[in-house]
């Protein structure tokens, strides 16, 4: 009887499998728990829109990880878990997109194991991935000492970072790579992407679909958000071929965005 192949089915998070960023959504039960102010509520906001449009690239990724440290020192990590587990199915189950819920059934009835990778922080993917059915999580996580963010990263899970962890996953449990599947977005995933045999993109941004058509990887639009208890309902819901297809992480990602945008606006109003 020959061997069987072990293989996984990575996930990118946000605007791959929810059709937002999972963090930025917590903007406002940030804000009335007092954990960020009405000025970065705001920008968290337009950050939204911004990293919806166009994704972020590695110097902004980079950016975004020295606003964290900052961003989150002092917090308490019992009331961030408690915000996120109040608001999770008002603020992020609706938007579960149908396809990608669909396309993870197909991969565990394939017999694959799935991994939810994220650059938000664990205490709000985790959650997100259980509600889905998935253990399997590698996400950003934070040092904590004495029950509070100390504003240090332990594990920044982006870019390359992602694809190292994936390859550890693969040692430890015997994945073939070139038997697995990863799902993304984000040109800063590319390395994750090159890391598994089946690379797939999923409501690309604009450099990760150049890309994509110059190596002939498969592009997937995904269309249709759906909350997720009608999802459990109504299985199944949209057939993905039919498609044809840290923590504080997003807010730090807000700030670098919103003043690299505000910084242009100035520049052409004095050039004006």
Same mark, same amino acid.
């Given at each position: 009887?020959?061997?069987?192949?072990?293989?996984? /089915?990575?996930?990118?998070?946000? %605007?791959?499998?929810? =059709? %937002?960023?999972?963090?930025?959504?917590? @903007?406002?039960?940030?804000? %009335?728990? *007092?954990?960020?102010?009405? !000025?970065?509520?705001?920008? /968290?906001?337009? /950050?939204?829109? &911004?990293?919806?449009? *166009?994704? #972020?690239?590695?110097?902004?990724? =980079?950016?975004?990880?020295?606003? +964290?440290?900052? +961003?989150?020192? @002092?917090?308490r990590v019992d009331q961030v878990q408690q915000i996120v587990n109040e608001t999770l199915h008002e603020l992020i189950f609706p938007y579960i997109y149908a396809e990608a819920a669909a396309l993870i059934e197909e991969h565990r009835a394939a017999g694959r194991d799935v991994v939810v990778v994220s650059s938000s922080g664990e205490e709000m993917v985790r959650p997100i991935a259980e509600q889905l059915g998935i253990t399997d999580v590698i996400a950003t996580r934070m040092v904590v000492k004495d029950g509070r963010y100390t504003g240090e990263v332990a594990y920044y899970a982006a870019g390359p970072t992602k694809a190292e962890a994936a390859r550890e996953l693969a040692a430890q449990r015997g994945y073939d790579l070139s038997e697995c599947y990863a799902y993304s977005d984000s &040109?800063?995933?590319?390395?994750?992407?090159?890391? &598994?045999?089946?690379?797939?993109? &999923?409501?690309?941004?604009?450099? +990760? !679909?150049?890309? #994509?058509?110059?190596?002939?990887?498969?592009?997937l639009e995904f269309r249709h958000p759906i909350p997720l208890s009608r999802r459990l309902r109504e299985r199944p819901a949209v057939p993905v071929a039919a498609a044809a297809i840290g923590l504080g992480l997003a807010f730090a990602l807000g700030l670098a965005i919103y003043g690299r945008h505000r910084r242009a606006r100035t520049a052409r109003t004095v050039a004006a």
């Open positions: 009887m020959p061997a069987v192949v072990r293989s996984a /089915a990575f996930f990118d998070l946000d %605007k791959t499998i929810i =059709a %937002k960023s999972s963090a930025l959504a917590f @903007g406002r039960p940030f804000y %009335k728990d *007092g954990l960020i102010s009405r !000025r970065e509520m705001v920008k /968290a906001a337009y /950050a939204q829109l &911004v990293y919806r449009i *166009g994704g #972020a690239d590695d110097q902004q990724m =980079a950016r975004i990880r020295d606003h +964290l440290a900052n +961003l989150c020192r @002092g917090w &040109v800063s995933d590319i390395p994750l992407l090159e890391t &598994v045999g089946h690379p797939t993109v &999923v409501n690309p941004d604009r450099a +990760l !679909r150049r890309i #994509a058509a110059e190596r002939g990887w498969p592009v």
